[in-house]
């Protein structure tokens, strides 16, 4: 067997591995939108619960988390910290971006669903450069926020989104979230052309 020269080599060597069909998504792309929606329905499963008053509902939402974690644990086998929970919100949050950009453009808002199709896609981008072991959690620190903390913070994202320049698709990546976007668009590619 040929030595493997790099990362994204190793990727695409596993990623290949693991397709049936060539053309089609590879498994852990299509586990983590399955992922997604069984999280989503344990959300709609609680609302219809609390909407209808019916327990039946939430008697359902143990099954479907179990299957959901049975399904996590084939893309995180292993993890330390939060990693398994952190994993969870940022597929969840990412599901949720996509679901409110679409509602965004079919009301005629287009940028305002691309700027939220970005972000659920960065969100993506996250969770694989977490659990490609990418991003190092050895400089994450706990930090007690108060409200005008998280105010500031929100305001300087906002600046800082709205003030960035649009990238070419020539441009090469610099801070660590172009690189995982550019490494997922790569490595963890979804569509043969």
Wanted: proline share 2%; with cysteine.
């Amino acid at each position: 067997m040929k030595k493997i020269e790099n990362v994204k080599e190793f990727v695409e060597r596993i990623d290949s591995s693991k397709k049936v069909n060539p053309k089609d998504l590879s498994s852990d792309q299509d586990l983590t939108i399955a992922i997604m929606n069984l999280i989503s329905i344990e959300e709609h499963l609680v609302f219809s619960g609390a909407k209808t008053g019916k327990n039946s509902f939430y008697d359902l939402i143990e099954e479907v988390r179990e299957k959901r974690k049975n399904l996590m644990q084939k893309i995180i086998p292993s993890y330390e910290g939060e990693v398994w929970c952190i994993s969870k919100h940022l597929l969840a949050s990412s599901m949720r971006l996509m679901e409110v950009g679409t509602k965004q453009q079919s009301l005629g808002h287009k940028e305002t669903a691309y700027d939220l199709f970005n972000q659920a896609y960065d969100l993506y981008c996250l969770f694989w450069g977490l659990n490609m072991n990418m991003l190092s959690t050895a400089d994450v620190k706990w930090v007690k926020d108060s409200v005008e903390d998280v105010k500031q913070l929100t305001s300087k994202v906002s600046e800082a989104i709205q003030s960035s320049p649009v990238k070419e698709a020539e441009e090469k990546p610099t801070g660590a979230l172009s690189k995982m976007k550019a490494f997922v668009r790569k490595a963890v590619d979804c569509c043969i052309e």
